[in-house]
């Protein structure tokens, strides 16, 4: 059984990047076959994609997001990280990680999630 | 963006009843690309139906997706306690966008 895990710091500053990292078991990276992907949930707005990696290290960024994020992979430790700079009050929100199936088309739906991180930004 | 606009918002009915949850999408998104999900609090989501129909691994067959176009549903044939949660739909044409979410609550 897939398992995805968040960990990084529950309270960043505004202006600062939050720093994210996900791991991954009970399945390889490396193995192809899917995207790995950051989600999160803000407290009103809802669920909002940021985007994913594939193993290989090609990306595919939510466009209203674009400016300011940068996911990377390392395969050798099976983890996948998410970077988001200048961070407002407005980017609290629980952070997730999930696994995409790679089907059809260039984005996908999400068959595994971690269980969340609540990150909250603030002086 | 594709928009999806999920209804009602919450839905209160008792355990056996059946359960009709509706999409609804801005622009035609093909059946192939729609998911649904069920969350529930400090829980991961967990993937339901993907492809507009086919359920995920390990779902039972009381949930099924059907609908093309811009009109999603996702019906539950008889609630059991476990299903009062949070469901939310999801297209994956373009860059992904959730629904924002259906509350089945407890009558």
């Known amino acids: 059984q897939v398992q995805l895990q968040e960990s990084g710091p529950g309270l960043v500053k505004p202006s600062q990047t939050l720093s994210l990292t996900c791991t991954v078991s009970?399945?390889?990276?490396?193995?192809?076959?899917?995207?790995w992907n950051w989600i999160r949930q803000h407290p009103v707005k809802g669920l909002e994609w940021i985007g994913y990696?594939?193993?290989?290290?090609?990306?595919y960024y939510n466009p209203s997001l674009q400016s300011r994020v940068t996911i990377s992979v390392d395969t050798s430790k099976n983890q996948f990280s998410l970077k988001l700079n200048s961070l407002t009050a407005a980017d609290t929100a629980v952070y997730y990680c999930?696994?995409?199936?790679?089907?059809?088309?260039?984005?996908?739906?999400?068959?595994?999630w971690g269980q969340g991180t609540l990150v909250t930004v603030s002086s | 963006e594709i928009v999806l606009t999920q209804s009602p918002g919450t839905l209160s009915l008792s355990p056996g009843e059946r359960a009709t949850l509706s999409c609804g999408a801005s622009?035609?998104?093909?059946?192939?690309?729609l998911a649904w999900y069920q969350h529930k609090p400090g829980q991961a989501p967990r993937l339901l139906i993907y492809?507009?129909?086919s359920r995920a691994t390990g779902i039972p067959d009381r949930f099924s997706g059907s609908g093309s176009g811009t009109d999603f549903t996702l019906t539950i044939s008889r609630l059991e306690p476990e299903d009062f949660a949070v469901y939310y739909c999801?297209?994956?044409?373009?860059?992904?966008?959730f629904g924002q979410g259906t509350k089945v609550e407890i009558k």
């Open positions: 999930a696994r995409g199936p790679i089907t059809t088309g260039d984005t996908p739906h999400f068959d595994y």
């Open positions: 999801q297209q994956y044409v373009s860059s992904p966008t």
């Open positions: 009970g399945g390889s990276i490396s193995s192809g076959g899917y995207y």
């Open positions: 990696i594939y193993h290989a290290g090609s990306t």
């Open positions: 622009q035609s998104v093909s059946s192939s690309h």
């Open positions: 492809g507009g129909s």
